[in-house]
């Protein structure tokens, strides 16, 4: 059973930062891709960043020049650090791993609420 626990939502201001983490259960040689998603009430659940085993990084057109994700190997760990917050940033964001090739694992979500 893979795990993943998030952490690093919360309240923040317009402009300010955030950074959001998620350790994994499983190795992460064991992981095909891993991703930040988020869902705003009322809307569909939206990819926001991706990152591959291979290294190669998509992010949503919204978040461009905004947002990094990057993973530490060592700590199976991946991090999404948000700067520039925008109220249209308010969301929950979940954690995503593709494992062992075809599996898809989520995380509980961590709130991330931009107001002043």
């Known amino acids: 059973q893979v795990q993943l626990v998030e952490s690093g939502g919360g309240l923040v201001q317009p402009g300010g930062s955030l950074r959001l983490s998620c350790a994994v259960s499983?190795?992460?040689?064991?992981?095909?891709?891993m991703g930040w998603y988020r869902q705003a009430p009322g809307k569909q659940r939206e990819s926001v960043a991706v990152?591959?085993?291979?290294?190669?990084?998509n992010y949503a057109d919204s978040v461009k020049g905004r947002f990094t994700i990057s993973r530490d190997n060592a700590k199976n760990t991946v991090y999404l650090q948000m700067n520039s917050l925008k109220s249209e940033d308010t969301a929950v964001y979940f954690c995503?791993?593709?494992?062992?090739?075809?599996?898809?694992?989520w995380g509980q979500g961590t709130q991330v609420t931009v107001s002043s």
């Open positions: 995503k791993v593709v494992a062992f090739g075809r599996y898809d694992y």
């Open positions: 499983v190795s992460i040689f064991s992981i095909n891709a």
């Open positions: 990152i591959t085993s291979g290294d190669r990084i």
